[in-house]
């Protein structure tokens, strides 16, 4: 039975380790396809060549967005005041750097240790004569975070029942084989004790 519960909790960290990356996996295919139709999380009839702030303040509340000028600081987002959410740390992103990673998710970092997947769009001026500035849409993997936790516990409990499951029916079996012998034992003491020169 240790055996068998040792195997399981070899088991759940194997399963782990699979399942985190194909978890972070979906959310970064969800920021890629994000990345080819940003309007479908910006406000309500929000034009991607022409954002204002209201396109930004108003996006899907379960995302992170930011517009990051010419030199990579932000100029707008859609953080709410009051709300309990921890936003990342954005770095200065420029739309150069931008262009080169456009389409390619990466983890940014919260201040409470909390990773966001992150996609990062450039964007063209207004005039349309160059680049402009970089639209940065992010999503919090604290759900993947709480799932593995609650996996985590699940996969320890059931472990551990397995544990004391096996101990106590290793103990029943233990005491169920060697009765006989005990009796035995008791017996032979008290044929001693009754053929003993000191019994006569």
């Known amino acids: 039975m240790f055996i068998l519960s040792l195997g399981l909790i070899v088991a759940g960290i194997g399963t782990q380790s699979f ?4 978890l972070i996996a979906v959310q970064d295919a969800e920021l890629r396809q ?3 139709s940003p309007a479908d999380v910006l406000g309500p009839g929000a034009d991607t060549g022409a954002l ?11 995302f992170y967005v930011a517009v990051l000028d010419l030199t990579g600081t932000i100029s707008t987002d859609n953080s709410r005041e009051g709300s309990s959410t921890v936003l990342p740390n954005v770095p200065e992103i420029t739309p150069d750097w ?3 990673h456009s389409g390619k998710p990466f983890g940014i970092t919260a201040s409470d ?3 966001w997947r992150t996609i990062v769009i450039p964007m063209m001026s207004s005039q349309g004569d160059g680049l402009g500035g970089t639209l940065l849409i992010a999503s919090s993997t604290a759900n993947t975070n709480q799932l593995m936790n609650k996996f985590t516990l699940v996969f320890t ?26 009796e ?17």
Do not use: Y
């Not at 399942?19 to 194909?22: D, H, I, S, T, V």
């Not at 204002?52 to 379960?62: C, E, F, I, L, S």
């Open 34 to 36: 994000v990345a080819n």
């Open 98 to 100: 931008a262009q080169s």
């Open 157 to 182: 409990g059931f472990s551990l029942a397995v544990l004391l499951l096996g101990a106590a029916l290793t103990r029943i079996l233990v005491t169920n084989t060697f009765a006989p012998l005990f």
């Open 113 to 115: 240790g909390i990773e």
């Open 52 to 62: 204002t702030g209201a396109d930004v303040k108003n996006a899907v509340g379960r």
């Open 184 to 200: 035995v034992e008791r017996t032979a003491l008290e044929i001693s004790r009754e053929t003993s020169p000191s019994a006569s």
């Open 19 to 22: 399942l985190r990356p194909q």
